[in-house]
């Protein structure tokens, strides 16, 4: 069975920030699970008996080559997805970037990475980030 598509699946993101304030993200590959060529604000499946910011944490360094630190739940939403047949629940996080150079180390899976201002995001932003930029911007 398939999380997000037999089961309901649960993929937890983070929004990082930079000292400047600006926001990294990445767009999805060629070979991404889903919404291809969109940009997100990057996470990933929480794997069973993970907590949800080790989860968080563990995707950065495996995919970015990046330390975090997770702070404060951003949000929860239902990813749902109709024209992919997927559904997730999605914690978003906000987290500062601490160490290492965010440099691609899954290739199929993205194809470009930035930082950006919230005045300033690329598009087509996935789902799921559009949510997490509503929210993000209602708390501040």
């Known amino acids: 069975m398939k999380p997000g598509k037999d089961t309901i699946g649960v993929g937890v ?7 400047r304030g600006e926001m990294f993200l ?3 590959g060629p070979q991404a699970r ?20 080790d989860a968080i944490a563990r995707e950065f360094q495996e995919e970015y080559g990046m330390v975090i630190a997770v702070g404060e739940l ?20 906000i987290a500062r970037h601490v160490a290492g150079e965010p440099r691609i180390l899954e290739p ?11 005045d300033t ?6 789902v799921i980030t ?3 930029v509503a929210s993000y911007r209602a708390k501040k």
């Open 121 to 126: 995001l690329p598009s087509p932003l996935s």
């Open 13 to 19: 993101g983070a929004i990082v920030l930079n000292d």
């Open 34 to 53: 889903n919404e291809r060529g969109c940009w997100e604000f990057p996470g990933g499946r929480v794997e069973f008996g993970e907590r949800l910011a």
């Open 108 to 118: 199929e899976k993205c194809s470009t990475i930035g930082w950006f201002t919230l």
């Open 26 to 28: 990445a767009q999805r």
């Open 130 to 132: 559009q949510s997490n």
């Open 74 to 93: 951003l949000a929860v939403d239902d990813h749902i997805l109709p024209d992919e047949g997927q559904h997730w629940v999605s914690p978003t996080f």
